[in-house]
C-alpha cells in the first residue's frame, strides 16, 4: 500500500523558490510514476509535473516549465518538487500522487494516479 506524507510549502515572496517534498511508507514507491498537481481556489486540479518510475524521465506543464524540477530518490521513497523563480499565480494547494506502475508514458490526468498526498499549501506574495 502506497501512503504518501508531504512537507515543505510555505510563503515566499515572488521569485523566491521553496522545495516540497512526498514520502511512501511502503515497499513499492520505486514502480509508480509520481507525480505532482496543484488546486488554486475556485479551480480545477491540474497537472503541474511526473518523473517516471524507470529512468527518470520527467514531464511538466508548460506554466512552470523551466522553473520547477521534479526529482526522486527510490531509496530513500522520497519525491521533491524544487520551485524556483515563483509567480503569484503558483498560489495553490500542491499534491504528490503516485499511478501509473510501471507504465512506460507519464500520464498527466488525475485519473491516473491512484495514491494522493495530503496536500500542502504554498503562497507566493508579489
Known amino acids: 500500500q502506497v501512503q504518501l506524507v508531504q512537507s515543505g510549502g510555505g510563503l515566499v515572496q515572488a521569485g523566491g523558490s521553496l522545495r516540497l517534498s512526498c514520502a511512501d511508507s511502503?515497499?513499492?514507491?520505486?514502480?509508480?510514476?509520481m507525480g505532482w498537481f496543484r488546486q488554486a481556489p475556485g479551480k480545477e486540479r491540474e497537472f503541474v509535473g511526473a518523473?517516471?518510475?524507470?529512468?527518470?524521465?520527467?514531464d511538466y506543464s508548460d506554466p512552470v516549465k523551466g522553473r520547477f524540477t521534479i526529482s526522486r530518490d527510490n531509496p530513500k521513497n522520497t519525491v521533491y518538487l524544487q520551485m524556483n523563480s515563483l509567480k503569484p499565480e503558483d498560489t495553490a494547494v500542491y499534491y504528490c500522487?503516485?499511478?501509473?506502475?510501471?507504465?512506460?508514458?507519464?500520464?498527466?490526468?488525475?485519473?491516473?494516479?491512484?495514491?494522493w498526498g495530503q496536500g500542502t499549501q504554498v503562497t507566493v506574495s508579489s
Open positions: 518523473i517516471s518510475w524507470s529512468n527518470g524521465n520527467t
Open positions: 511502503g515497499r513499492t514507491f520505486s514502480t509508480y510514476v
Open positions: 500522487a503516485a499511478g501509473g506502475r510501471y507504465r512506460v508514458s507519464i500520464p498527466a490526468t488525475t485519473g491516473s494516479y491512484d495514491f
